[in-house]
């Protein structure tokens, strides 16, 4: 075993290598502090409506990566349609506020029960289903939510929603509520990932057999990682729909999903740090393109392949890390000696 | 005091007869051995009462409970742990989280806990970790517990996979060929473990294809053969039974 000499009683190591001087930065505690430090003191660097659009736009797609996270990166579950989710929690406090002249905030019990509803409803018959199929029928959930909003009254058809009340005054003050809740929502899936029902989704991720066999509910379990996921991608809907103040259909194309899932795997699944690394990159790389026009998408794509290629792992992976119990500390202290 | 009933059970696929009416019980805290020829239908009956398969005829009762038709879960739930005869740990999470996978039904914590980190969920995560290093410590692991199970020597995941068992705190432990791919000194390391299991007051139902091992361990021993019950005795006597000769060298001259 391998310590630093004269180390604390307690460390914390990866699983795979020992840590470096790099995962040893990446795994400090602080690094979620030092991030949301970065996101409050953006607008200060550049607050042009331009520029504060941009990063309201990334912070919500940070949010929809760390739901999907859960579906895809801690349970193992292939989800292909996780932009119908989106819909449903941007089309209900869209329609809610529109039609009944509620504020927004208003319609977000109304969001959270229509999407846990929708998590239900997509999620009990093909939970059954072993991830392949399931990819498959997510993919068709995905666009059926989109084809019926486009083709509703209610929803404004291919036009969809428009003249949505803001959430705040004006859009420094929309972006700094929109950090606020994506923080919450990215230290909530986070905590989520570190409890019992968090384990419970690792356990079903890598043998569904086993993971029954020692007493986890798997189909509850996978369920629970749906209606999370749908919540997370719910109440995202809202934030979208108070940022844009108009709706269509075609926010919510397969391509949306797909770029969700690319900032997952892009990140590293499972890693809570890397899908909000994943989602920002993902997001704001196409902005710093924008100057190549034309070859702007062509780029974009060109570098999603080198990454992968060059760290299929994931930007920022996970690793476990926990304390060693302080009397093996001592024991591998005094072996050094 | 009988903990497991298994009477008249049968378990068909399709045409084949995996387990062809077998009746079996097993006594608060005994050992139990299941042997027979390959095929002969072991699996097919730990699977059956772990509720992976579901069983064409017959009756499954623990301490009276009928376990026909529940979840594998819900199994556990009712005290029954097993192990599986390929390893199945949990290979990419670390070896500690895979016998924290034992304490799963009995771990107390809400969503609300976790998300609000409660003096609830540091409790339950504390006692969480202690159980499996308890576990870990009792199994004699001696491996990297941080690291990923998969990188644990073949030995050691047996151990670590028994540990997981252990910690779901069962009172029916169905061990699925425990002493496969083990050396001499491992298995030896076996038997004083299976023994220490039981000292727990754990009845074990163990397949074993090492003779050597079911007669040192086993306080009774039930032999398999096409999915019937061809003897079922204390080691000595069905060492001895001429059915279970037949069975393990052959009756027809050309087998």
């Known amino acids: 075993m391998k310590t630093g000499a004269a180390g604390p009683k307690v460390r914390r190591r990866g699983v795979d290598r020992p840590p470096t001087r790099v995962s040893r930065l990446l795994q400090n505690r602080w690094a979620g502090a030092a991030g949301l430090l970065v996101a409050l003191l953006a607008p200060f660097v550049n607050a042009t409506p331009y520029a504060l659009s941009i990063m309201t736009s990334a912070a919500i797609f940070v949010m929809l990566a760390a739901g999907l996270n859960i579906v895809v990166g801690y349970c193992g579950l292939l989800d292909l349609g996780y932009a119908a989710f989106f819909a449903v929690g941007a089309y209900t406090s869209g329609v809610l506020a529109t039609r009944f002249d509620l504020p927004l905030l208003a319609t977000v019990p109304a969001v959270l029960a229509v999407t846990v509803l929708a998590g239900i409803v997509i999620g009990a018959p093909t939970l059954r289903l072993r991830s392949d199929y399931l990819a498959i029928v997510t993919l068709g959930f995905g666009e059926i939510i989109r084809i019926t909003a486009n083709n509703l009254d209610v929803t404004g058809g291919p036009s969809g929603v428009y003249g949505i009340p803001h959430l705040t005054d004006g859009p420094v003050s929309f972006y700094y509520l929109t950090v606020a809740v994506v923080s919450l929502a990215v230290l909530g899936a986070a905590r989520l990932g570190r409890s019992r029902l968090g384990r419970a989704w690792r356990f079903v991720r890598e043998d569904e057999d086993a993971a029954e066999a020692t007493g986890v509910n798997t189909y509850r379990v996978k369920l629970a990682a749906y209606i999370a996921g749908a919540v997370w991608g719910g109440l995202a809907g809202v934030l979208f729909a108070a940022h844009l103040s108009a709706i269509s259909p075609a926010s919510f194309t397969f391509l949306q999903s797909a770029l969700v899932l690319m900032a997952v795997v892009l990140g590293g699944m499972g890693s809570v740090p890397g899908v909000v690394l994943g989602a920002i990159v993902i997001s704001l790389l196409p902005e710093v393109l924008r100057d190549l026009a034309d070859y702007r998408f062509f780029l974009f794509g060109v570098l999603l392949i080198g990454f992968m290629l060059v760290r299929p792992q994931g930007l920022w992976p996970a690793r476990s890390k926990e304390a060693l119990r302080s009397d093996e500390a001592l024991r591998s202290e005094e072996a050094l000696k | ?255």
Not at chain 2, 98 to 116: E, M, Y
């Open chain 2, 1 to 255: 005091m009988t903990l497991l009933d298994v009477a008249e059970l049968r378990l068909s696929f399709g045409g084949l007869l995996a387990v062809d009416g077998l009746s079996l019980s097993v006594a608060e805290g005994e050992i139990v051995s299941l042997i027979g020829p390959n095929g002969a239908g072991k699996t097919s009956v730990f699977n059956c009462v772990t509720g992976f398969y579901r069983p064409t005829a017959g009756r499954i009762t623990l301490r009276g409970r009928d376990l026909r038709g529940l979840r594998p879960s819900a199994v556990a739930g009712l005290g029954v742990a097993r192990t599986f005869q390929n390893l199945r740990l949990f290979g990419e999470l670390s070896v500690l989280d895979n016998v924290r996978a034992g304490t799963h039904l009995w771990l107390r914590q809400s969503v609300l806990d976790a998300l609000l980190h409660t003096p609830r969920y540091r409790r339950s995560e504390r006692e969480c970790t202690e159980q499996a290093h308890h576990w870990l410590d009792f199994v004699g692991l001696r491996g990297d517990r941080y690291g990923p199970a998969r990188a644990l020597p073949y030995g050691e995941q047996r151990r670590a996979e028994i540990a997981r068992a252990l910690a779901r705190r069962p009172g029916l432990l169905l061990l699925d060929e425990p002493a496969a791919g083990l050396n001499h000194g491992e298995k030896a390391g076996m038997v004083d473990l299976i023994r220490r299991i039981r000292d727990l007051g754990v009845a074990i139902v163990l397949i074993e294809h090492d003779m050597g091992l079911v007669m040192e361990v086993s306080e009774r021993v039930v032999v398999l053969n096409f999915g019937r019950e061809i003897a079922d005795g204390r080691p000595e006597d069905v060492r001895r039974d001429p059915a279970v000769i037949e069975a393990y060298l052959g009756g027809e001259p050309d087998a």
